[in-house]
């Protein structure tokens, strides 16, 4: 077990963190577990681990998770709808195409394109057509990242061509539409995002910056 050094901890680390936030409930963590189990990015890698982040941040470990990836790896959940000039809500879409399968069943659609199922997406996401595949979310998408076969752009295409099966069993669906998922799962109401994204921002003021391996998020 690695040692700690009470006089390398910053005591006042969590107090910063909660004057940022306006709001110091993450401090109500009591390291259960809950947003660990529900973590997309975690289902890719057991290295990350929001449990750990958290439990580290009301310790004091600045250093530690300022060079964490998963910090920077969860804080940059949903930049996909920023990044894109389209604005297209990927979150959405998957949320969307998902409630179609529970709805209509797979068996429902046939091979190939199926208007239908196009139909059915855009009522619940208007914008999702104006996508021309430019690829920016896909640039920016932590899941991408760790496995490439996770990709934004693809899963979009499909959709837009009506590929209703292929939509249906893209796994990257399942992974985009667990975002934040942590934060409903937490017993304790700690707004997990909130915290990852006040870190990412202390840390860029206290000079540090994105993880060697992790540039390809450059602002």
């Known amino acids: 077990m690695a ?17 940022r936030m306006g709001d110091d409930s993450f401090l109500n963590c009591f ?37 964490s990836e998963f910090l920077w790896l969860c804080s940059y ?21 998902t409630r179609i399968r529970q709805q209509f069943g797979e068996s429902h659609w046939s091979d190939g394109v199926n208007v239908e199922f196009r139909r059915e997406v855009v009522k619940l996401v208007p914008g999702v057509s104006v996508c021309f595949v430019c690829g920016s979310c896909t640039a920016v998408c932590p899941e991408s990242y760790l496995d490439p076969n996770k990709d934004p ?29 942590c934060e409903t799962r937490c017993p304790q ?21 994105l993880p060697e391996s992790l540039r390809f998020l450059r602002d």
């Open 31 to 67: 390291a259960c577990g809950s947003c660990t189990a529900s973590c997309p990015v975690r289902r890719l890698d057991e290295k990350y681990n929001p449990r750990r982040l958290i439990r580290m941040a009301i310790l004091g470990l600045k250093d530690e998770v300022y060079k």
């Open 189 to 209: 109401g700690v707004k997990i995002s909130r915290v990852m994204q006040v870190l990412r921002e202390l840390a860029i003021e206290d000079g540090y910056t």
């Open 77 to 97: 959940h949903s930049t996909c709808l920023y990044r894109c000039p389209q604005k297209v809500n990927i979150g959405a879409v998957c949320d969307a195409v």
């Open 153 to 181: 752009r693809k899963f979009i295409r499909k959709v837009n061509l009506g590929l209703a099966k292929a939509a249906l069993n893209d796994e990257f669906k399942d992974i985009c539409a667990t975002h934040f998922r």
């Open 3 to 19: 040692e700690l050094l009470l006089n390398e901890l910053d005591t006042r680390f969590k107090y910063r963190i909660a004057e």
